[in-house]
């Protein structure tokens, strides 16, 4: 089975924090992605990345940086932490363009910026 | 953009109810469709999937029909259980845009 680890189940973290979502993935897939999930507007697509070192803007990179230096680990980076990035974090990986299209996704880290 | 339109919830049902959660969507390429669960405190978990028109998906006694002529992807269940109380996303995802598009949820509350 597939296997999607994120670092912290829950985060709590002061406005203007730098703060770092690790996510790790153990089937050698190709992509990876983060999206933040909020009531009434189900998921959104924060970063993907189709290889080491590659990265693709979503719906709402604004506020975000990522980074992907191995392939099983993908990174959410909030620079400069704001109330409004409080939300649900949800990592997925999947298998790459010459593979079935669906996304596994790890348990979520459900962050609070105060 | 290919978009996803799934009904709002949330849904209260009975145990033993028959359970629907309709989902419509917009593309202009040949999509996959999924339905996804997410139970209480947990990620999204892969429900089923359906590669391609008239395809029928279906897992743990739900299942969806990929209709291209009405672009839905309805989720449906003969008898619900009180362990089936999660939230049900739909997503379709194209080999074209490397990624995937989700519905806001339909949350489902099955009572004893």
């Known amino acids: 089975d597939v296997k999607v680890t994120q670092s912290s189940r829950y985060l709590v973290k002061r406005t203007g924090e730098k703060v770092f979502l690790e996510c790790v993935q153990d089937?050698?897939?190709?992509?990876m992605f983060w999206y933040r999930q909020d009531p009434g507007l189900g998921l959104r697509l924060i970063y993907f990345?189709?290889?080491?070192?590659?990265?693709e803007k979503g719906d709402i990179p604004e506020g975000y940086s990522v980074s992907r230096e191995k392939k099983e680990r993908f990174s959410l980076i909030l620079e400069s932490a704001s109330t409004n990035q409080t939300s649900m974090y949800l990592c997925?990986?999947?298998?790459?363009?010459?593979?079935?299209?669906?996304?596994?996704f790890g348990p979520g880290t459900r962050l609070t910026v105060t | 953009g290919d978009s996803v339109t799934q009904m709002e919830g949330p849904v209260t049902l009975s145990e033993e109810a028959f359970l629907t959660i309709n989902c419509t969507y917009t593309?202009?390429?040949?999509?996959?469709l999924f339905w996804y669960v997410q139970y209480p405190g947990e990620g999204l978990q892969l429900l089923l999937k359906?590669?391609?028109?008239?395809d029928k998906g279906s897992n743990k006694g739900f299942e969806a029909t990929y209709r291209k002529e009405t672009t839905s992807f309805h989720l449906e269940k003969g008898s619900v259980q009180v362990s089936d109380s999660a939230v049900y996303f739909c997503?379709?995802?194209?080999?074209?845009?490397?990624?995937?598009?989700f519905g806001a949820g339909t949350r489902l509350t099955v009572k004893p």
């Open positions: 593309a202009t390429g040949y999509p996959s």
């Open positions: 997925a990986s999947s298998l790459g363009v010459a593979g079935p299209l669906e996304q596994y």
């Open positions: 089937m050698d897939h190709e992509n």
């Open positions: 359906a590669t391609k028109a008239d």
């Open positions: 997503a379709l995802s194209d080999k074209n845009n490397n990624d995937m598009r």
């Open positions: 990345s189709y290889d080491v070192k590659m990265k």
